[in-house]
Every structure is written in C-alpha cells, then in structure tokens.
C-alpha cells in the first residue's frame, strides 16, 4: 500500500501550442498529427519566406549585335 493520494508533485499541463488541447504522448507536443503537420507548415512557410527569385538570369542577346562584331 504505497499509494499516496497527495502527490506534492504539480503536474505541468501543456497544452497543444496549436488548438490548446491536451496533447498526446504520441504526436507531443502536439495533440494530434493534424496540428503537428500545422506547425511544421507554418514553420516551412516562415522558413521559405523569402521571395523565391528565378534562377535563370540569363538574358537573351539580341539578334544582330553578333553581327555587328563581324
Ligand atoms: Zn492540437
């Protein structure tokens, strides 16, 4: 009989950063898969915030200024 109904210790609730609901030992600190795809979006969209530049810069010559060097 070792079982003591006064636990001293205060268990920290945390709750889903997401919908603020308990979360789930398998998806912490998440409550769900749902909100942890959620949260990985979000991070993805503030890590690729920066504005996507095209990488083909190169600009086509026009026609006839090879000519000229001839
Ligand atoms: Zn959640």
């Not at 950063?17 to 909100?35: D, V």
């Not at 979006?41 to 090879?66: K, M, Q």
Request: with cysteine; glycine share 4%.
């Amino acid at each position: 009989m070792q079982i003591s109904k006064n636990k001293s210790k205060k268990a920290k609730i945390i709750s889903c950063p997401i919908c603020q609901k308990p979360l789930e030992q398998a998806f912490r600190p998440f409550c769900s898969k749902r909100c942890a795809d959620i949260d990985l979006s979000r991070w993805l969209n503030g890590h690729y915030a920066i504005p996507v530049t095209e990488e083909d810069g190169s600009i086509p010559r026009p026609f006839g200024n090879e000519n000229l060097e001839e």
